[in-house]
């Protein structure tokens, strides 16, 4: 009887399991539905300074505050969620900063916490509009005023006067009001210091706890005079500004060729519903280009519209249209050759992301595709068929490291639909993008 029981109660559970998967997937997305996605975090450090920058999918509100003992900022990205691919502890090699910490403080506020050496004078806090990435926060510590004695390593405790405004104290001779960025008046930029929440309850342990005081404390030291809040401030991006963050990724100043696989007289593979392989490869390329160059790289394309890349148009042998795509990488010198392709089978059931690289080639060929593999996933989602070594003549024949990108099955209905799609060819080529970044990163 009792097995009986046992039978019964795990074929319910069965049954029932992917309905209480949905409840919970659907409760997610009901909650973050209006909410801004927090995409990633980067950091880039040098001599005079370290930079941090936030990426969400859309412009975010957001608060500041500083705490001491040890020193931090702390930084609220309101109405905003974290995704699950962004690192919540980031690795810092920094003689500004000891730590950076990410986390979802509560349901609508995401937290950004800098351990820091610079004090309360030596660091900036603004927002970009424009640019590659929807809506990012800039993050600034160390000599941002153009002057090193500024940039105090060893800086003593800061006190408040009653307005809240931090004021040196008297051995912290350098430090001096920090210069923000001038704001475009075209922007309507939302006052993040009104309708905070400074409810100290409300905590979360996604956010790891500093060495000293907990900045998840935060909201209830306000009040005691240990904290600073500053407003939003919005920041039209300049050349230099943006010269600046392409640095982040490492791409300013790289060569880049784009290969867009087949073209003009050379569909490719075609998909369940008439989708062609050229149009699509075509589309993520131009797409990855644009994002490229406003990262500060130079790119190189085998093809910008539909048609073949040898001179000799359709007249040419399969092999003289491969080397003629070779060339361009080849005569441009470029750092990196990216070829995209849409992978195809006899079965629609067939899906995923390939990376490829030449079988003899070198070990940076390898990490190429397999970085420009992982960041296609992360954005689009497919499942990943590994890195893989291969023979193909455009990875072969080109004197960089290269790699060939399948990027999805159009064979697959499901995937030929996604890549036909302007969401599909966003992300796709955000995807790639990012594991040239992480490449050059």
């Known amino acids: 009887m009792k097995r009986v029981l046992f039978l019964f109660v795990a074929i319910v559970s069965i049954i029932l399991l ?64 974290l995704s699950n691919k962004v690192k919540k502890n980031i690795p810092v090699d920094s003689r500004f900063v000891n730590a950076i910490r990410i986390g979802q403080f509560n349901k609508d506020t995401v937290r950004v916490v800098v351990e820091n050496k610079v004090g309360a004078s030596n660091y900036n806090v603004f927002s970009l509009k424009g640019g590659p990435v929807p809506g990012r926060l800039v993050m600034d510590f160390g000599n941002i005023h153009g002057d ?50 400074t409810d100290p309850s409300v905590t979360d342990s996604s956010v790891p706890a500093s ?54 007289n ?6 369940p519903t008439g989708v062609m392989e050229k149009s699509v490869t075509l589309r993520i390329a131009n797409e990855l280009r644009r994002l490229l160059v406003a990262e500060g790289a130079t790119v190189y394309m085998t093809r910008t519209t539909d048609t073949e890349v040898s001179s000799k ?39 995923g992301t390939t990376g490829y690289y030449y079988s003899l080639g070198s070990k940076r060929s390898r990490d190429l595709a397999d970085k420009v593999r992982q960041g296609v996933i992360d954005q689009i989602g497919t499942s990943s068929r590994g890195t893989q070594s291969c023979n193909f003549y455009v990875v072969k024949h080109t004197d960089m490291p290269a790699t060939l990108v399948e990027v999805a099955f159009i064979s697959n209905p499901q995937e030929e639909q996604l890549l036909n799609s302007e969401e599909g060819i966003k992300k796709a080529a955000q995807g790639i993008a990012d594991g040239i970044a992480d490449y050059f990163g």
């Open 18 to 81: 992917p309905t209480w998967a949905c409840a919970a997937s659907s409760d997610f997305g009901e909650r973050v539905s209006g909410m801004t996605e927090v995409t990633g975090i980067r950091v880039n450090s040098g001599s005079e300074k370290i930079r941090i920058v936030v990426d969400a999918n859309a412009p975010v509100s957001y608060r500041t505050m500083t705490l001491s003992n040890p020193n931090r900022v702390v930084v609220d990205l309101k109405g905003a969620w």
């Open 313 to 351: 148009g359709a007249n040419a042998s399969d092999i003289e249209e491969l080397q003629a795509r070779c060339d361009v990488a080849n005569n441009s010198k470029s750092d990196i050759f990216i070829s995209i392709h849409m992978d195809s089978f006899s079965s629609g059931a067939a899906k």
């Open 148 to 197: 090193t004695s500024k940039a105090t390593i060893a800086i003593p405790d800061v006190k408040h006067d009653s307005s809240g405004t931090a004021s040196p104290s008297t051995s912290d001779a350098g430090s001096s009001t920090p210069q923000t960025p001038s704001a475009d008046t075209s922007q309507q930029a939302t006052d993040a210091s009104q309708g905070q929440d």
């Open 211 to 264: 060495s000293g005081q907990d900045e998840l404390d935060a909201p209830a030291k306000e009040a005691a005079g240990d904290t600073q809040t500053s407003p939003n401030q919005p920041a039209a991006i300049t050349d230099d500004t943006d010269a600046d963050i392409a640095a982040l990724t490492g791409l300013k100043g790289r060569k880049i060729t784009i290969d867009a696989g087949h073209g003009g």
């Open 266 to 271: 050379d569909s490719g593979a075609i998909g």
